[in-house]
């Protein structure tokens, strides 16, 4: 069976699914559920203390899904491991998606201040999933520092425009040791194939299943889109070519010469 | 009792231990991660936790995100 493996644990989808910006719990619930999807991510914030809201945490279904918390928000490693150490601290296993963005405009990873705040995680034994920009060089470091994933951008998070980063995102597949997922951007299914055909090991959607009115059939679509891309690659891409090679026999054709 | 609360100042009547303030905001203690002057405290340890003025305490959950 072609099972997702990270940090010793396997896994049948390779869709990944962020919670955020979603209309109701309903819809982030339907999504979930088209996607079939086993890893869903979670931010924290403070409690609004004049207006405390019910937790999300309730409509999701801890047996089902794995929580997987992200340090959205941090602005340099300080930051992020303190997320991280809070998460785990509110009983999570400790996995935690790594998110260092200090712009809020692009909303680009820090690759320095990813670095760092992988490290110390690393070292107080969290599974750290890094989003990082697609720099191969960079992949490199924090595969050495025990990162149980990688996990390059597509293009600027809920920007859906798809693979923007895609040679780069080829070069972090061909060189990495350790599961390639590709986060942030991808706007349609096929974004999500694509990437599949690359050859990463899984993506992560959050914008593209929020921002529409039927979270359900888009959660399948990426789901479809997700196996039909990892099918593929595993048949076997054909190479792609300059000049046309006819599928028809090029003989026996009824003409005068 | 003047404490600084997710940011905020609030000033309460009397000095209460951490489960007494959630009670007191209608927070459900199991839902939420508490930090007390920078010091994460798992909830065994907070719950009876005296506070007292100028502590800084932030009361944090879970959201959506991607």
């Known amino acids: 069976m072609d099972t997702l493996k990270i940090a010793g644990r396997s896994f049948s989808s390779r869709l990944m699914v962020g919670t955020g910006k979603f209309a109701s719990n309903a819809a982030m619930q339907a999504a979930m559920e088209g996607a079939d999807t086993?890893?869903?991510?979670?931010?924290?914030?403070?409690?609004?203390?004049?207006?405390?809201?019910?937790?999300?945490?309730?409509?999701?279904?801890?047996?089902?899904?794995?929580?997987?918390?992200n340090t959205s928000g941090a602005r340099d490693a300080e930051e992020a491991v303190r997320l991280a150490r809070l998460?785990?601290?509110?009983?999570?296993?400790?996995?935690?998606?790594?998110?260092?963005?200090?712009?809020?405009?692009?909303l680009l990873p820090d690759p320095v201040e990813t670095?760092?705040?992988a490290e110390i995680l690393v070292k107080e034994g969290f599974n750290v999933?890094?989003?990082?920009?697609?720099?191969?060089?960079?992949?490199?470091?924090?595969?050495e520092a025990g990162t149980v994933?990688?996990?390059?951008l597509g293009a600027p998070i809920g920007t859906n425009?798809?693979?923007?980063?895609?040679?780069?995102?080829?070069?972090?597949?061909?060189?990495?040791?350790?599961?390639?997922?590709?986060?942030?951007?991808?706007?349609?299914?096929?974004?999500?194939?694509?990437?599949?055909e690359m050859g990463a090991d899984a993506v992560l959607v959050n914008t593209a299943l929020a921002d529409t009115d039927s979270p359900r059939a888009m959660g399948e679509a990426f789901k479809l889109g997700v196996q039909a891309g990892r099918m593929a690659y595993l048949a076997g891409l054909g190479p792609q070519r300059n000049q046309a090679e006819a599928s028809s026999p090029m003989t026996g054709f009824l003409r005068e010469e | 009792m003047k404490i600084t609360l997710n940011g905020e100042e609030?000033?309460?009547?009397?000095?209460?231990?951490?489960?007494?303030?959630?009670t007191e905001l209608g927070l459900q203690s199991n839902r939420v991660v508490i930090e007390l002057n920078r010091e994460?405290?798992?909830?065994?340890?907070?719950?009876?936790?005296?506070?007292?003025?100028?502590?800084?305490?932030?009361?944090i959950q879970f959201v959506g995100g991607g």
């Open chain 1, 38 to 69: 086993e890893i869903v991510t979670v931010a924290l914030r403070r409690v609004d203390i004049n207006n405390p809201a019910d937790s999300m945490l309730q409509h999701i279904d801890r047996d089902r899904y794995l929580l997987l918390p």
């Open chain 1, 87 to 106: 998460a785990r601290a509110a009983g999570c296993e400790p996995w935690v998606k790594l998110e260092v963005t200090p712009d809020p405009y692009y």
């Open chain 1, 115 to 117: 670095l760092k705040a």
């Open chain 1, 129 to 143: 999933l890094p989003y990082m920009p697609a720099d191969p060089v960079l992949a490199r470091h924090l595969e």
């Open chain 1, 149 to 152: 994933t990688l996990m390059p």
């Open chain 1, 161 to 196: 425009r798809g693979l923007r980063t895609r040679d780069l995102i080829s070069i972090i597949i061909e060189q990495a040791n350790i599961p390639v997922v590709v986060d942030a951007g991808l706007g349609a299914p096929s974004h999500a194939a694509e990437a599949m």
């Open chain 2, 10 to 22: 609030r000033e309460f009547g009397s000095e209460l231990t951490i489960g007494e303030l959630l």
């Open chain 2, 40 to 59: 994460i405290l798992n909830l065994a340890e907070a719950l009876p936790r005296q506070l007292k003025s100028a502590d800084k305490l932030e009361i």
